[in-house]
T-cell receptor
């Protein structure tokens, strides 16, 4: 099946720890994105990557880092600098044209314990 | 800066009645507009998009949306609501002068509740 796979589905982080969320796609899409979803705030853009080995900060990049070493993979690291990391994280990809829709993974729910 | 507004946090309709979920946008160039639906603890599913051409766009599950350039709106509609349509709906936009590459900019979402 083609699609976007996010893992794990649930993740628990202790205070001061870094954690990495996985996002893999087999759609051969050039562009990939990370969004954060909080109740009542919609989806906010964390990072995006238009092409391999290139990525850009979105609106709320502080406390997060990414890499794009392979076309199919765009992992997100939530660092200890992110003071309020508890949220639902969504990864998406698109072919890269402005008129193309984005396809979303099923999300990772991160909770700080 | 581009933005999307969904003025209603929640819309309530009775099954069989028509539904409308509102969306207005602000972009510097020509807009590309999208609607997505989200069920609890799941990712977003694409419903439909407006790129150019006819102002009335038809999409998945009987949904349609009307683009109105003068009112900068892109309202989602369905002639007859189903209980299974109950979900969270997001409007999103890109414009040709996008400052965020091809990333979609989303509204805050509208919860649709359809009662039987």
């Amino acid at each position: 099946d083609g699609g976007i796979t996010q893992s794990p589905k649930y993740l628990f982080r202790k205070e001061g720890q870094n954690v990495t969320l996985s996002c893999e796609q087999n759609l051969n899409h050039d562009a990939m994105y990370w969004y954060r979803q909080d109740p009542g705030q919609g989806l906010r853009l964390i990072y995006y990557s238009q092409i391999v080995n290139d990525f850009q900060k979105g609106d709320i990049a502080e406390g997060y880092s990414v890499s794009r070493e392979k076309k199919e993979s765009f992992p997100l690291t939530v660092t200890s600098a992110q003071k309020n990391p508890t949220a639902f994280y969504l990864c998406a990809s698109s072919p890269g044209g402005l008129n193309t829709e984005a396809f979303f993974g099923q999300g990772t729910r991160l909770t700080v314990v | 800066a581009q933005s999307v507004a969904q003025p209603e946090d929640q819309v309530n309709v009775a099954e069989g009645n028509p539904l409308t979920v509102k969306c207005t946008y602000s972009v510097s160039g020509n807009p590309y507009l999208f609607w997505y639906v989200q069920y609890p603890n799941r990712g977003l599913q694409f419903l439909l998009k407006y790129i150019t051409g006819d102002n009335l766009v038809k999409g998945s599950y009987g949904f349609e949306a009307e683009f109105n350039k003068s009112q900068t709106s892109f309202h989602l509609k369905k002639p007859s609501a189903l209980v299974s349509d109950s979900a969270l709906y997001f409007c999103a936009v890109r414009d040709q002068a996008n400052q965020a590459g091809t990333a979609l900019i989303f509204g805050k979402g509208t919860t649709l509740s359809v009662s039987s």
